[in-house]
C-alpha cells in the first residue's frame, strides 16, 4: 500500500505523514524499514512513548490537539505541529521553543468542514491574529502554512468544494502576510478516504493512517 501511495503522490510533489496512532512502534518500524521517515500522532501522552523507543531520525508531526500545558514535553523534538488553533498556543509553544533553543514549525488549523468543532480559526480569526502585536512577537515558532479536515461525507463534491476552500485560504494568507517567505507551502490536508481530492486540490502533505496501517 505505501508503493501505491507513493505513486499517487509522486507527481504532485507531495509528502506522506504516515499517521501511527492506536498503532504499535513495531508497524511504525515497518515502515520506517522501507524509507518512510515522517509519523503523525493526535496524542502527546503517546507521542512521547513512541519518539521514546523509535530511531532519532523520524521527523514527528502532532496532528491532533493540543493543550497548552503540554507544550513542553513535545518542544524539544517535535518537527511539525499541524494543528496550531489559537494564539494563546502559539505562545504556549514559542515560549516552550525558546528554552530549547529551537524554532518549531506549525500549520494554522482551519474550520473547513460542516460538522460542529471546537478547534480550527475562521480566515477572519486568522487574519486578526497574523496582524497583532502579540503574534509579530513571537520568534521562535514558524508558521509554514495550513491544515484542514473535510466533513466525513460520500458526497465528494463537497469533500473538493472544503478542501479548495482551504487552498483559497492558504493563497490569500500567502499574498497578504507571507509573500516574502518562502517557507510558507504548506497545505496539510487529505486523509485515507479522501487523499486523492485533495492532491488535486493542492495538498503538499496527505495524512494517511487506517489506509496504511489497516482499521484502528
Ligand atoms: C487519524 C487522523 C488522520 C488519518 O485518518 P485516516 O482516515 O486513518 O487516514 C488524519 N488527520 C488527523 C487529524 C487524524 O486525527
Redesign the pocket.
Known amino acids: 500500500m505505501l508503493d501505491e501511495i507513493r505513486l499517487k503522490l509522486a507527481p504532485f510533489d507531495a509528502r506522506l505523514?504516515a499517521?501511527s496512532?492506536t498503532h504499535p512502534a513495531s508497524e511504525i518500524l515497518k515502515l520506517y524499514g522501507a524509507a518512510q521517515r515522517i509519523f503523525?500522532e493526535?496524542r502527546v501522552h503517546e507521542l512521547l512513548e513512541k519518539q521514546a523507543g523509535l530511531p532519532a531520525d523520524i521527523e514527528w508531526h502532532l496532528?491532533?490537539h493540543l493543550q497548552t500545558n503540554k507544550a513542553r514535553q513535545i518542544a524539544p523534538f517535535v518537527s511539525l505541529i499541524?494543528?496550531m488553533d489559537s494564539l494563546k498556543l502559539l505562545q504556549a509553544v514559542d515560549s516552550e521553543a525558546v528554552k530549547c533553543d529551537r524554532v518549531i514549525d506549525c500549520l494554522l488549523q482551519f474550520h473547513i468542514a460542516e460538522e460542529e468543532s471546537k478547534f480550527g480559526f475562521s480566515e477572519n480569526e486568522a487574519v486578526e491574529m497574523l496582524q497583532s502585536l502579540q503574534f509579530l512577537a513571537l520568534k521562535n515558532v514558524r508558521v509554514c502554512g495550513v491544515?484542514g479536515?473535510a466533513t466525513y461525507t460520500e458526497d465528494r463534491a463537497q469533500v473538493r468544494k472544503e478542501f479548495r476552500e482551504l487552498k483559497g485560504v492558504f493563497d490569500r494568507l500567502k499574498a497578504r502576510f507571507f509573500s516574502e517567505k518562502p517557507f510558507f507551502k504548506e497545505i496539510s490536508m487529505g486523509?485515507?478516504?479522501d487523499?486523492e481530492i485533495a492532491l488535486e486540490e493542492g495538498a503538499t502533505l496527505v495524512?494517511?493512517?487506517?489506509?496504511?496501517?489497516g482499521a484502528?
Open positions: 505523514v499517521v496512532k503523525g493526535n496532528i491532533g499541524h494543528s491544515m479536515m486523509m485515507s478516504g487523499f495524512r494517511i493512517g487506517s489506509l496504511l496501517f484502528r
